[in-house]
């Protein structure tokens, strides 16, 4: 194998020689510059945390007929900022959002969008820059259609 290796690199480097092409070795490689983008400031989180008649089971949303959590987010002049939906067996959901005072209200929502529970209050709550804002609401037996 040894003779056979030595053969080859001799016949290479021959062809190479009558060619007039050589290998240099001797320049440094050429460095890689990743360029990542430059990212916004990360925002508040409200993150909303749900429970159906207290228990965090997704048999909970199966029963329910339940394929969504919406949460709508409103500020402090009533505006609605936005509403966010993730599968309701997930029980929890980050919503981001600027600093500022919002209140809210979230539903469970059938697979057509269709509402399965009258609104839940989100009650007011106040987020600086970077602050995360954990909310539990529960959905009771009794807030469904």
Known sequence: MNRRSALLTAVLGLGASASGCFLDNTEPPQRTVVVEPTLPQAGATLRLRWSIDGRMDPNECIKAQA???EVSVVDRSGREVGAWQQPCGYFTMDVPL???????????????????????????????????MDVQVDFPASSFL
């Open 98 to 132: 600027a600093g500022g005072t919002y209140s809210g209200s979230a539903v469970l929502l059938d697979s057509a969008g269709r509402p399965r529970t009258t609104r839940v209050v989100v009650d007011t709550f106040t987020l600086g820059g970077r602050d995360v």
């Open 67 to 69: 394929a969504n959590t």
